[in-house]
């Protein structure tokens, strides 16, 4: 049972992170392009012309999402946590190539949600999604049912990448609130 | 089956919001904020044109003898100076050929500007105290920008953007700036 929990709470947490990165790059491609263009400059001429088409960002946005889906099905989670992990290490090499160039640009790691550089923050991230095929790889035999994990984990992924959303887009939702209390006051007073 | 499928589609829901939410963000980084009508760059009436120091500081001599030298004068202590540091520091190679002129009241000061908005690539000078800017030149504000010619002082603009900057820059191009003050 205690496994079960552990490989839940991972893999809800991963497929959340990836969900929202993943679908932020679709909608925002540009700036990831822009900040590897910073941060590999031996690769400099390649990535000026993906940064500008905004390729590199869809394609990393499509693995991530398809990675964070692939955890949801008992049968894919294996490929989808090694997928994962793959992913998580790119995140840390470039967060670390980031730390050491001292990148000034947005990464548009949540797409325009955040103004946040390549640095330490990806390394973090990076190594915990590279613990996550470790973990199926050992929870795989103790996990119980195949059915009870696929419910649990939908819903959990469900829960945790909303609350990853609003979080993210915190001023947002907050000017959201806002707007929709003055707009029910209003009301009320005529 | 039926919580397994109630559970996917709130996770479709789910997905539909942070869709939604992303291109809001993408939609309001597109729309220009209210600071841009604040962000602006004029010609500086104060500085007085034409006129040539006797020294240079090193860094500044670099933009002595160019058709166009440009020095960018900013100060630790004023705001505007560290929004330009940011723009400079993200600057994809532009602004290269610039000397930074930082202001400061003395040299660990100025040396920390620099280090706290990684303009270490740029040719830079600590000015201790603005003693050379405002005694050669009669700078004494800041972010302002010098343009040098042939060893004259050329152009001077007050500005708190670089593209602002540049776009002023671009029209009075032909330093034509010193013509006109020369004249009258």
């Known amino acids: ?190 | 089956m039926i919580p397994v499928v109630f559970g996917f589609v709130l996770l479709v829901l789910v997905i539909a919001t942070i869709v939604l939410f992303a291109m809001m963000a993408e939609l309001s980084s597109r729309v220009p904020g209210r600071e841009v009508a604040n962000r602006w760059a004029r010609p500086d009436e104060q500085v007085q044109l034409g006129v040539s120091p006797a020294t240079w500081p090193p860094g500044v001599v670099r933009q002595r003898d160019k058709d166009r030298g440009i020095v960018l004068v900013l100060s630790p202590l004023c705001e505007s100076c560290a929004l330009v540091a940011v723009q400079l520091a993200a600057d994809d190679g532009e602004w290269r050929d610039v000397t930074l002129l930082i202001s400061a009241l003395d040299e660990q000061r100025g040396l920390a500007f620099i280090n706290e908005h990684h303009l270490g690539r740029f040719s830079w000078h600590v000015d201790e105290g603005g003693q050379w800017v405002s005694q050669n030149l009669g700078v004494n504000a800041s972010p302002t920008a010098l343009v040098f010619g042939q060893g004259r002082l050329r152009e001077a603009y007050s500005f708190n953007d670089l593209p602002a900057l540049r776009a002023e820059l671009e029209k009075e191009g032909s330093g034509n700036k010193l013509a006109r003050k020369e004249v009258v």
């Not at chain 1, 822009?34 to 960002?57: K, M, T, W, Y």
């Not at chain 1, 990853?164 to 009301?187: E, F, P, S, V």
Request: glycine fraction near 10%.
């Open chain 1, 1 to 190: 049972m205690a496994d079960l929990i552990v490989l839940l709470a991972g893999n809800a947490a991963a497929a959340s992170v990836l969900l929202n990165a993943g679908v932020a790059k679709l909608v925002s491609p540009v700036p990831l392009g822009r900040a590897l263009r910073e941060v590999l400059p031996a690769h400099r001429q390649v990535l000026d012309r993906l940064a500008r088409s905004g390729a590199i960002g869809r394609f990393a946005g499509v693995a991530e999402v398809i990675a964070a889906l692939g955890l949801l099905p008992a049968t894919t989670r294996m490929p989808a946590a090694i997928a994962t992990a793959v992913l998580g290490g790119a995140f840390a090499a470039l967060g670390t190539a980031g730390l050491l160039r001292r990148s000034v640009k947005p990464c548009g790691c949540f797409g325009m949600a955040s103004n946040q550089r390549l640095g330490a923050t990806n390394i973090v991230v990076g190594l915990a999604l590279v613990l996550l095929a470790p973990l199926n790889a050992v929870a795989t035999a103790a996990a119980g049912s195949e059915a009870g994990y696929e419910q649990a984990i939908v819903m959990l992924t469900s829960l945790g990448a909303l609350l990853l959303c609003l979080w993210l887009h915190r001023r947002a939702a907050r000017n959201a609130w806002n707007l929709m209390r003055t707009i029910r006051q209003r009301g009320e007073v005529q």
